[in-house]
DNA sequence: CGAATAATTGACAAACGTCAATGCCCGTGG
DNA sequence: CCACGGGCATTGACGTTTGTCAATTATTCG
């Protein structure tokens, strides 16, 4: 099992860089930064007083146990929101996977955004509980499908499927071990239901076979 | 592994009773239904235009595979508020787990709800991402013992507990089988950090021990 | 009191994890 | 441009945990 010490946790500074023209629904201009990979947006105890917004690259949030074992309960990919949490302080860490741009909207004691967090507050309970399901009662193998079919749909159904994180971060998804991971990789591929055209991109071949796996 | 087929979901059909006094917080008097045990409250797939709080007794929220396995996500005891949903149907299916009061919220087009909405979203969003990291993570005794202490504190700290639900209903939550909920309340039981006082009651010996295997 | 249901226990099997060795990329520097 | 090194991924052998199947015991409800 794969175990991540204090020392293991990445502890990069938060590089701050100038915004660009915000191409955003609405209101003024939100700053954007810039997190190289594996470094830290935010971290468990925190105060949270903003959410974000993946502008380009991806963002993983998870959990510790107190002897090292992660769960990430959640990869966010360009376009995507997240970091809106209940109370004052954050109850995970967030961080980038690889350099990543993050659109960051403060939330002030003033404006009320109820409207427009209602529903990315809904959408991630949706997706947090089908996850539950996934890691409850599916096998290995019906993991890493429902991974997989889960990141074609985010990712516009295209054959080609780009996985920005590592094998060691999709067990950490998956409750799995990297090994597992990757002996299920290959039997997808010597299946024929995919194709690894380089460790961070796969092919579908069959998407039915896979839609199925992931019931 | 126990599966449940269409004849095992429960098909009864809803028997509302008249409301009692609303002992609530704010605006008129919300009707009380009264289901009785293994009736459903809601179904997956239909339109979701409320939101319910538990008055007594205890309601599962779970989704089903296709061939039938069950993944629990939440437990609702008393006081607690569930049903909230994104988009206009619900995803999951509700169930009193026995005879329960559930007060009803019907959410108008009209009135606005997000100020009462988001917390309690946020809040599920919260619980449901601590339990993946149960499920993702933890061992069979973890798991068990992480869903008594949660059932401690839910009931206020009290050396005795009350379980509402069936063995099925704790394998199908914590992602075990019933065999293996069964021997690790046995083995917390010969190791004197619990007391099985009937199937129902749980008395708690060595809360301490507990915590620190629920992490 | 007795039947039906639920829970426990035991023997065995299967899935996944652990440990260790090997292989493959990919970036860096000569 | 090629060779080398380091990190990540893959593969194999084996162990542990949990699941499966089946029998037995306990509990609840009529």
Same mark, same amino acid.
């Given at each position: 099992?794969?175990?991540?010490?204090?020392?293991?946790?990445?502890?990069?500074?938060?590089?701050?860089?100038?915004?660009?023209?915000?191409?955003?629904?609405?209101?003024?201009?939100?700053?954007?930064?810039?997190?190289?990979?594996?470094?830290?947006?935010?971290?468990?105890?925190?105060?949270?007083?903003?959410?974000?917004?993946?502008?380009?690259?991806?963002?993983?949030?998870?959990?510790?146990?107190? =002897?090292? %074992?992660?769960?990430?309960?959640?990869?966010?990919?360009?376009?995507?929101?997240?970091?809106?949490?209940?109370?004052?302080?954050?109850?995970?860490?967030?961080?980038?996977?690889?350099?990543?741009?993050? %659109?960051?909207?403060?939330?002030?004691?003033?404006?009320?955004?109820?409207?427009?967090?209602?529903?990315?507050?809904?959408?991630?309970?949706?997706?947090?509980?089908?996850?539950?399901?996934?890691?409850?009662?599916?096998?290995?193998?019906?993991?890493?499908?429902?991974?997989?079919?889960d990141m074609v749909e985010r990712q516009?159904?295209?054959?080609?499927?780009?996985?920005?994180?590592?094998?060691?971060?999709?067990? =950490?998804?998956?409750?799995?071990?990297?090994?597992?991971?990757?002996?299920?990789?290959?039997?997808?591929?010597?299946?024929?239901?995919? %194709?690894?055209?380089?460790?961070?991109?796969?092919?579908?071949?069959?998407? =039915?076979?896979?839609?199925?796996?992931?019931?």
């Open positions: 099992m794969q175990v991540y010490t204090s020392a293991t946790i990445s502890l990069s500074s938060h590089l701050a860089q100038p915004g660009r023209p915000a191409p955003l629904e609405s209101g003024p201009l939100q700053p954007v930064m810039f997190f190289p990979a594996s470094s830290e947006i935010y971290a468990q105890g925190e105060k949270a007083g903003a959410f974000y917004q993946v502008e380009f690259g991806a963002v993983r949030i998870y959990r510790l146990l107190a =002897d090292g %074992r992660r769960q990430i309960s959640a990869f966010h990919l360009a376009g995507e929101t997240f970091g809106f949490e209940a109370g004052t302080t954050h109850h995970f860490f967030a961080e980038a996977i690889n350099a990543t741009g993050v %659109r960051v909207f403060r939330v002030t004691g003033g404006a009320d955004m109820s409207h427009q967090l209602l529903p990315l507050a809904l959408k991630g309970l949706t997706r947090a509980q089908e996850h539950l399901l996934v890691l409850g009662r599916q096998n290995a193998i019906e993991r890493v499908a429902a991974f997989l079919v516009g159904g295209l054959r080609q499927v780009e996985l920005p994180m590592s094998r060691v971060d999709i067990g =950490d998804y998956l409750g799995l071990t990297i090994e597992t991971v990757s002996r299920v990789f290959t039997r997808l591929k010597d299946k024929g239901v995919i %194709r690894l055209l380089n460790l961070r991109s796969v092919e579908i071949l069959k998407q =039915d076979v896979l839609q199925t796996m992931g019931e």
